[in-house]
């Protein structure tokens, strides 16, 4: 059982920042298309397979337990950054959830899902701000990587 192998949750955290119980905490390896986070959790000698798995499924299944999320529904964020690590920032919930909460937010000024840069290019510069900022001045950076997407602020929402 892979959850059960302490290299692989070793592993997994090394690429998580954790930080306060209610903020993001954010993936600093690999990313989808979809800027969700990318974990490699079978490692096989000799084998050519990667076996990578989302992240976030990786974690909730850690957090919850392996047979926590039943078959048919997705972890959803309920932060809306797809990279995010924090389990209190998750919820399984169906397809259809997720997209009808993402059809209502994204029209908010300032919101995740109103980035400019889409949602890679989000979680790119996120990433990029922890890999070259202070520990002093994380949250600092991390605070002006994601308002860097949303120039216009409050007329974000004139775009669509
Ligand atoms: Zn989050």
Known sequence: MLLADGETVARYHAHVLRRGPDECWWWTGGLTDTAHG??????????????????HLFGYRLANGPDSLPPGLVV???????????PAHWLAGTRGDNNRDAASRRRLAGHALADVRGAV????????????????????????ALAAGNPSGAHQDALF
Not at 38 to 52: D, E, H
Not at 78 to 83: F, L
Not at 123 to 144: N, T
């Open 121 to 144: 290019g989000r979680a790119r510069a996120v990433q990029a701000a922890i890999a070259a900022a202070r520990p002093e001045d994380l949250d600092a950076a991390i605070a002006a």
């Open 76 to 86: 959803r964020h309920t932060c809306d950054e797809p990279p995010c690590q924090n």
């Open 38 to 55: 990318t974990f490699r959790a079978v490692s096989l000698p000799g084998r050519t397979r990667r076996g990578t798995v989302p992240a």
